[in-house]
Structure formats: structure tokens, C-alpha cells
Nanobody, 127 residues
């Protein structure tokens, strides 16, 4: 059974950094599309970044140049390095996994393409 467990969230001031981790078990991350999503209060869950089996990455426009997604296949762990955080980055962050096909084009932005989800980790950025 696929399990995803996020960690690394917390409270930080604007301009600061956080590194989120997503520990995976029950499957091999190297053969999946794995993505980070976030959800702010009262808003829909949105895609933040994704990485495919060979390390190609995608980012939503608002985080380009500030966030970096990476993975360690040997450790079965996905990471999201977040720099220059601002208040709009506040929310619950989730990692998700599914077929490598969903890392293509903009498919990764759609939550319905991901069957496996973690429980989330909260990120709060204060100005």
C-alpha cells in the first residue's frame, strides 16, 4: 500500500525558507510522477511543483525561481525547498503520487490525476 508522509512545515517570517519532506513507502518513487500541492483556507488545492521519474520538473508560475522540487530515490523521499517565502505561500502542503503520465504537460496541476496523498504539513508565513 502506498503511503506518503509529509514533514518540515512550520511558521516562518516573510523572506525566510523552509524545506518540506515527503517520505514514501509501498512503491518506488523513481517510477511515479510525484507532486506538491497546497491549499490555503477557503481556497482550492493547487499544484505547486512536480517531478517525474527522470528528474524533469514543473512549477506553477508563482513559485518559479523560489521553490525547488527534488527527490532521493534511494531514500524514497521527495523534497520541496522553499525560499523567499511570502504570505501567499501560507497553506497546508501535500505530496501526491500517481502514474508518470501525469507529469506531462499540465496534467500534474489537476488533483484528480493523483490517487495517493499524504496527510499534509502546515506552512505559515507571517509578514
Amino acid at each position: 500500500q502506498v503511503q506518503l508522509v509529509e514533514s518540515g512545515g512550520g511558521s516562518v517570517q516573510a523572506g525566510g525558507s523552509l524545506r518540506l519532506s515527503c517520505a514514501a513507502s509501498g512503491y518506488t518513487p523513481g517510477y511515479y510522477c510525484i507532486a506538491w500541492f497546497r491549499q490555503a483556507p477557503g481556497k482550492e488545492r493547487e499544484g505547486v511543483a512536480a517531478i517525474d521519474s527522470v528528474g524533469n520538473t514543473n512549477y506553477t508560475d508563482s513559485v518559479k525561481g523560489r521553490f525547488t522540487v527534488s527527490k532521493d530515490n534511494a531514500e524514497n523521499t521527495l523534497y520541496l525547498q522553499m525560499n523567499s517565502l511570502n504570505s501567499e505561500d501560507t497553506g497546508m502542503y501535500f505530496c501526491a503520487a500517481d502514474s508518470p503520465l501525469y507529469c506531462r504537460s499540465d496534467y500534474w496541476l489537476n488533483t484528480r490525476h493523483f490517487a495517493y496523498w499524504g496527510q499534509g504539513t502546515q506552512v505559515t508565513v507571517s509578514s
